[in-house]
T-cell receptor
Framework: GAVVSQHPSWVICKSGTSVKIECRSLDFQATTMFWYRQFPKQSLMLMATSNEGSKATYEQGVEKDKFLINHASLTLSTLTVTSAHPEDSSFYIC???????????FGQGTRLTVV | LAKTTQPISMDSYEGQEVNITCSHNNIATNDYITWYQQFPSQGPRFIIQGYKTKVTNEVASLFIPADRKSSTLSLPRVSLSDTAVYYCLVGGAGGSYIPTFGRGTSLIVHP
């Protein structure tokens, strides 16, 4: 299957700082990318959907000014957690999908710890 | 979006066949059924996808009855490394598909 690479795999940051997570589709053009958050022992929660070249669509309850999503090219989307706080500590996962495809491919996830 | 219901957990032993059933009573005509596997601290991995009847690949089989209101993921001869959470997703073809996860089934394979 297609490869989606997420970077970094883990990051520790101080409270109040911002962290950027990258999601790349390595061997296909992803017209749509998704960002999820997963807390321990829970399922993946969709945070936002982004289409290349347009603004992301955020799920209800997700602060768009806190979780900045940029999908500037067909192979790269970034999630920036601004002014991170300990409650933002979680496992963040991205996913990418071709326009015509029903199959979504997932990155390996990023473990964010805010101290 | 069609909601899915799966057992929260299952236990099995090495070498056994495991069948995980997912209920999706409100599946739409153009919805596909996709199963993912997730290990701790990793992203979900695609296992298999189907629309109707039976689909088989090198790791699993997917059985879908005629009414498509449920589906069964079959894992032949599981090993300890199959211990993971398995998610059943239902979604439409093309640009409308947004992978939405339910609670999943935690499968534990015992020696």
């Amino acid at each position: 299957g297609a490869v989606v690479s997420q970077h970094p795999s883990w990051v520790i940051c101080k409270s109040g700082t911002s962290v950027k997570i990258e999601c790349r589709s390595l061997d296909f053009q992803a017209t749509t990318m998704f960002w999820y958050r997963q807390f321990p022992k829970q399922s993946l929660m969709l945070m936002a959907t982004s289409n290349e070249g347009s603004k992301a669509t955020y799920e209800q309850g997700v602060e768009k000014d806190k979780f900045l999503i940029n999908h500037a090219s067909l192979t790269l989307s970034t999630l920036t957690v601004t002014s991170a706080h300990p409650e933002d500590s979680s496992f963040y996962i991205c996913s990418a999908r071709r326009r015509e495809n029903t199959e979504a491919f997932f990155g390996q996830g990023t473990r964010l710890t805010v101290v | 979006l069609a909601k899915t219901t799966q057992p929260i957990s299952m236990d099995s032993y090495e070498g056994q066949e495991v069948n995980i059933t997912c209920s999706h009573n409100n599946i739409a005509t153009n919805d596909y059924i996709t199963w993912y596997q997730q290990f701790p601290s990793q992203g979900p991995r695609f296992i298999i996808q189907g629309y109707k009847t039976k689909v088989t690949n090198e790791v699993a089989s997917l059985f879908i009855p005629a009414d498509r209101k449920s589906s069964t993921l079959s894992l032949p001869r599981v090993s300890l490394s199959d211990t993971a959470v398995y998610y059943c997703l239902v979604g439409g073809a093309g640009g409308s598909y947004i992978p939405t996860f339910g609670r999943g089934t935690s499968l534990i394979v015992h020696p």
